[in-house]
């Protein structure tokens, strides 16, 4: 499967910004969708991960509460809405997806996905 993220784009400190993510696959939903970002000279870090059927959501504890992700497995897409949001935030947001046979398996590790598409570059100014 192939991967797509797009949208992001500058910010100021506590604005908001809608981050998608498009997959080549017409079956999203035998896959469980991952986002992670990597600022410069940084490691690459877990912001969220959706179930293949959005039934699960879970977040990195830096963004929780201002992070949502959501998924449109009809149109292959999923979407990464940002709030509040910080300098820090500033990185290239991939996505990633892991294909699963249960609802339940969700991931945070970044080795545990196969597929990534291209980033997005989101930058927050102060």
């Known amino acids: 499967v192939q991967l797509q993220a797009f949208g992001g784009g500058l910010v100021q400190t506590g604005g908001s910004l809608s981050v998608s993510c498009a997959a080549s696959?017409?079956?999203?939903?035998?896959?469980?969708v991952g986002w992670f970002r990597q600022a410069p000279g940084k490691e690459r870090e877990f912001v969220g991960t959706?179930?293949?059927?959005?039934?699960?959501?879970y977040y990195a504890d830096s963004v929780k509460g201002r992070f949502t992700i959501s998924r449109d497995n009809s149109k292959n897409t999923v979407n990464l809405q940002m709030t509040s949001l910080k300098p820090e935030d500033t990185a290239v947001y991939l996505c990633?997806?892991?294909?699963?046979?249960?609802?339940?398996?969700?991931?945070?590790?970044?080795?545990?996905?196969?597929?990534w598409g291209q980033g997005t570059l989101v930058t927050v100014s102060s």
């Open positions: 696959t017409r079956t999203l939903n035998n896959y469980a």
């Open positions: 990633a997806a892991l294909p699963v046979s249960s609802e339940r398996s969700v991931r945070t590790d970044k080795e545990a996905y196969p597929y």
């Open positions: 959706v179930s293949k059927f959005s039934r699960i959501t």
